[in-house]
Nanobody, 129 residues
């Protein structure tokens, strides 16, 4: 079964940090462009960050630029999202997603979500004092 699993969510105070991880089972994540999306309560899902194969190119939403860092470890076959200086508006369920095609390069968070065909179940992030 091909699936993605996110971990690392939780409750954090404003200004704090969290690191989310995405791992795959049933396929090798290393070969795929990966994106992180989030969905805040009552809002549509939005792209947060993406990373190309094999990891030379990244792209971020303006709202997280300078605070979040997406990276991949192709030895451990994981993609991480380091989130610093968290704000209450970062609250939401965070999902990782893998592109339909392997070896895809440059990515943009403005790309349509339909290019990402494998999604995890999400991990919840709550930023609150």
């Amino acid at each position: 079964q091909l699936q993605l699993v996110e971990s690392g969510g939780g409750l954090v105070q404003p200004g704090g940090s969290l690191t989310l991880s995405c791992t795959a089972s049933g396929f090798t994540l290393d070969y795929y462009r990966v994106a992180w999306y989030r969905q805040a309560p009552g809002k549509e899902r939005e792209g947060v960050a993406c990373i190309s194969y094999p990891g030379r190119h990244t792209n971020y939403a303006n709202s997280v630029k300078g605070r979040f860092t997406i990276s991949r470890d192709n030895v451990k076959s994981t993609v991480s999202l380091q989130m610093n200086s968290l704000k209450p508006e970062d609250t939401g369920v965070y999902y990782c997603a893998a592109d339909r095609n392997p070896y895809a390069g440059v990515c943009s968070v403005a790309d349509g979500q339909d290019r990402y065909v494998r999604w995890g179940q999400g991990t919840e992030v709550t930023v609150s004092s």
